[in-house]
């Protein structure tokens, strides 16, 4: 086992430990995109709309390629002080298992935990596949979506838009 498949690993497992599970709503119509909302309430909220004007929340369109194919494992979100990521994000958004959407259409979602009142960060999400990699993503196999430069945080609400999805091709 080399060494940096230990330290992916060391990382991987802090994280773990240190992640809240966040509660989510989807809801998703048949025609439509999956909209997800996280937030520290116990009860689940049902989600028809949401607004990212409000304070604290960010919203971001993570867009699935119209060829995607793969057999979806894992969704993470996360915000970096810089690209490519080293070790566990800053900030940790979103992690679902399992995630639900359509191939073409936008992952809709608008967070509420863990959203930075100020600060700039580069924004890293992942769409693991069941036969992709574990802590980081595996090339050829999974699917990466980064922003281009850092989005400025600032307690008011940020939509960010579109970020793609394209198949992780390593560093």
Do not use: H, K
């Not at 080293?86 to 935990?113: C, K, Q, R, W």
């Not at 793609?164 to 560093?171: H, V």
């Amino acid at each position: 086992m080399s060494i940096r498949t230990l330290i992916n690993l060391s990382v991987g497992l802090f994280l773990a430990g240190c992640a809240e599970e966040a509660t989510t709503t989807d809801a998703t119509d048949e025609t439509g995109p999956t909209v997800i909302e996280s937030n520290d309430d116990e009860e689940e909220v049902e989600l028809e709309e949401y607004d990212c004007a409000e304070a604290s929340v960010f919203c971001v369109d993570l867009m699935v390629p119209a060829d995607y194919a793969g057999n979806p494992r894992n969704l993470f979100v996360g915000l970096y002080d810089s690209l490519p990521p080293v070790g566990p994000p800053t900030i940790f958004l979103f992690d679902e298992d399992a995630p639900a959407f359509i191939p073409g259409e936008a992952i809709e979602m608008s967070l509420t935990n863990d959203v930075p009142d100020s600060g700039e960060y580069f924004l890293f999400s992942v769409l693991y596949d069941q036969a992709g990699g574990e802590w980081m993503p595996e090339p050829g196999i999974d699917y990466v979506a980064t922003s281009e430069a850092p989005y400025s945080f600032d307690g008011q609400g940020l939509d960010v838009g579109e970020v793609n999805f394209s198949l992780y091709a390593g560093e």
